[in-house]
């Protein structure tokens, strides 16, 4: 398995909901990215797992919460959202770490967020 | 922390004609330059990248040059075609010791007329 998945495609969730995103890769990459992308802009980066450890967190407000299950799987919990936060989610992994040899990091085809 | 600029915002070029997109970067410790297409409703996908050890590297109808000097790199599609329409993003990885990062430039619409 060469690619990164992604799931639910498009989630619509009320203000008040709790929901999931899920995110999964087979390729044994150590890194797993999760980015922000509005129509039109690029994607933003939001938090990003080394080994499974939290370690960048990008200010992200504390409404979503990555968690890292094991080395395949990446969560992004969502809680009390806004109508702002309508945006593709994107996941991405890489072989490497900064200073190593694989620093190419490969993204899921996203899940399309509408918060209402 | 880095900062990458990307122009133009918009290119449109003749089915056949090269393109060229530019990007400048502000952290001279930046070591990884990569680009992404992004096709309409598509996940950017990776088409080539190079490291601040080299000057320029090629994959077919794609080069990649970089400057470290001037902190500049650029992106070169030759003979383009219709299904080089996308979006082109430069990104710049800040060298980090625990994980890899990378910075995202705005992004160039490019279009192929035929």
């Known amino acids: 398995d060469t690619e990164v998945t992604q799931t639910p495609k498009h989630l619509v969730m009320g203000m008040t909901n709790k929901k999931s995103l899920k995110c999964e890769q087979h390729?044994?990459?150590?890194?797993m990215y999760w980015y922000k992308q509005k129509a039109k802009k690029p994607p933003e980066l939001m938090f990003v797992?080394?080994?499974?450890?939290?370690?960048i967190n990008e200010s992200v407000p504390s409404r979503f919460s990555p968690e890292c299950p094991n080395s395949s799987l990446l969560n992004l919990h969502l809680h009390a959202l806004q109508p702002e936060d309508s945006a593709l989610y994107l996941c991405?992994?890489?072989?490497?770490?900064?200073?190593?040899?694989?620093?190419?990091?490969?993204f899921g085809p996203g899940t399309r967020l509408t918060v209402t | 922390g880095e900062n990458v600029e990307q122009h133009p915002s918009t290119l449109s070029v003749q089915e056949g004609d090269s393109a060229v997109i530019k990007c400048t970067y502000s952290d001279s410790a930046s070591n990884y330059f990569p680009w992404y297409k992004q096709e309409l409703g598509k996940r950017p996908q990776l088409i080539i990248d190079i490291r601040s050890n080299v000057g320029e590297k090629k994959d077919q109808r794609i080069a990649v040059t970089l400057n470290k000097t001037a902190k500049h790199f650029s992106l070169h599609i030759t003979e383009t075609q219709p299904e080089d329409s996308a979006v082109y993003f430069c990104?710049?990885?800040?060298?980090?010791?625990?994980?890899?990062?990378?910075?995202f430039g705005s992004g160039t619409r490019l279009s192929i007329r035929p």
């Open positions: 991405a992994s890489s072989p490497g770490l900064a200073g190593g040899p694989r620093l190419e990091q490969y």
């Open positions: 990104a710049a990885s800040p060298k980090y010791s625990s994980a890899s990062k990378i910075i």
């Open positions: 390729m044994g990459h150590r890194a």
């Open positions: 797992y080394s080994y499974e450890k939290l370690s």
